[in-house]
Each structure stands twice: as C-alpha cells, then as structure tokens.
C-alpha cells in the first residue's frame, strides 16, 4: 500500500524558516515524481512545486520561487521543502503528492498533510 | 484568483445529476488534459477524473469528465450523501509553466 506522510510543520515567526519532509513507503519511490501541494485556511488548492523521479526536473509556482527550495532523498525515500522568508499566507495544510507514472501533472496519491502556522 | 475558474458552489438533490464546469484558457486547458479531485472533508484530496476522462480504479462510473476548448466538465450522476464535497479541477499551464488549480467548487447534496 502507497503510503506519503508529512512532517515538520509548525508555528513559525514571519520571515523564519521551516522545513517539511514527506516519507514514502509502499512505492518505488526514485520511479516517480513527487508534488507540494497546499491549503490556506478556507482557501482552495494550490499547487507549489514538483521534482522529478532524479531531481533533474524541478518547477516552482511564481509565489514561492526565491524562497522555497525543492529536494529529495531516493536513499531514504524522503521528499523535502525548504521554505524561507515565510510570509504569513504561506499559512497552509502542505501536502505531497505522487505524480503519477507518464502523466506528471496527475496525482494520483496523497499524504494527510502538515500544517504550517506563520505568524508572531 | 486563479487562471482556471470554476462556480463556487453547486447543489443537488439525492439520486439527481449536476455538473461542474472549469473554464481556462489555450494555455492550460486548450493544451493539456484536465484532472478533477474530490476533497471531503476534512480530508487530502482524491484523484477523481485524469486524462479528461479517465477514471481511476475504485472510482464509479457515476463520474464522468469531459473536455471542449478552453473548457472541461465534471458530471455526478445518481447523486448520494457522501458525494457531498469540494471538487477541484486542475491542468498544466504552458504560460506559467506550473500546475494551476481551479478554485473549487463546493457541492451540496440537499
């Protein structure tokens, strides 16, 4: 069974830092692209970034680039965000999400998400 | 706002059909397939429609996805209680080069 769950969310003052991980299991994970996803409060979906199976291929939404970082680790099957200069609208749920196999921009499994709180 | 436009809400009544309607543009949906999720509450997102209109095992065939033009639909037919839920259209933007999401649309099953 697929298996994605987040970490590392938090309350964090305006302009820190955090960084989020997402563990896989139940998947070849270095065979698939992987996807940040978030939801502000009452707010809909937004897409944030994608890495390829071999982190050759990265894209960012326009609102993170400069200040969220994309990475992952096959060995571990671990998917990061770094996200820097946090701005209190980048208060979310983040979720990752698995690209499915040829079709790079459909996700076809979810974690449950981490919720990041930005504020003093 | 998003480049992807969906109608907030939508309401039907048990065993009744609705539709959903994204509305975009030649650069994301007159170029490339369309996804739709469901989201539950209180819940991650379900990968619902691909391809336009492919549905994932599990999915029933009560859903079904459609595209013409700048524009994609979703139809709910037999409509049940537990369809009750936000549903999210989403597609690959050539322009920004990114995944845009349509705003959502929340359905009510009176």
């Known amino acids: 069974e697929v298996q994605l769950v987040e970490s590392g969310g938090g309350l964090v003052q305006p302009g820190g830092s955090l960084r989020l991980s997402c563990a896989a299991s139940?998947?070849?994970?270095?065979?698939?692209?992987l996807n940040w996803v978030r939801q502000a409060p009452g707010k809909g979906l937004e897409w944030v970034s994608y890495?390829?199976?071999?982190?050759?291929?990265?894209h960012y939404a326009d609102f993170v680039k400069d200040r969220f970082i994309i990475s992952r680790d096959n060995g571990k099957k671990v998917l990061y965000l770094q996200m820097n200069s946090l701005r209190a609208e980048d208060s979310a749920i983040y979720y990752c999400?698995?690209?499915?196999?040829?079709?790079?921009?459909?996700?076809?499994?979810w974690g449950p998400g981490t919720q990041v709180f930005v504020s003093s | 706002q998003s480049v992807v436009t969906q109608s907030p809400s939508v309401s039907g009544t048990p065993g009744q059909g609705v539709a959903i309607s994204c509305s975009g543009s030649g650069s994301n949906i007159g170029s490339n397939t369309v996804n739709w999720y469901q989201m539950l509450p209180g819940t991650a997102p379900k990968l619902l429609i691909y391809g336009d209109n492919q549905r994932p095992s599990g999915v029933p065939d009560r859903f079904s996805g459609s595209r013409s033009g700048t524009s994609a639909s979703l139809a709910i037919s037999g409509l049940q209680s537990e369809d009750e839920a936000d549903y999210y259209c989403t597609v690959w933007d050539d322009g920004l080069n990114g995944v845009v999401f349509g705003g959502g649309t929340k359905l009510t099953v009176l």
């Open positions: 999400a698995r690209a499915a196999r040829f079709l790079e921009w459909t996700f076809d499994f």
């Open positions: 139940g998947l070849r994970f270095s065979g698939y692209g």
């Open positions: 890495i390829s199976s071999t982190s050759t291929t990265l």
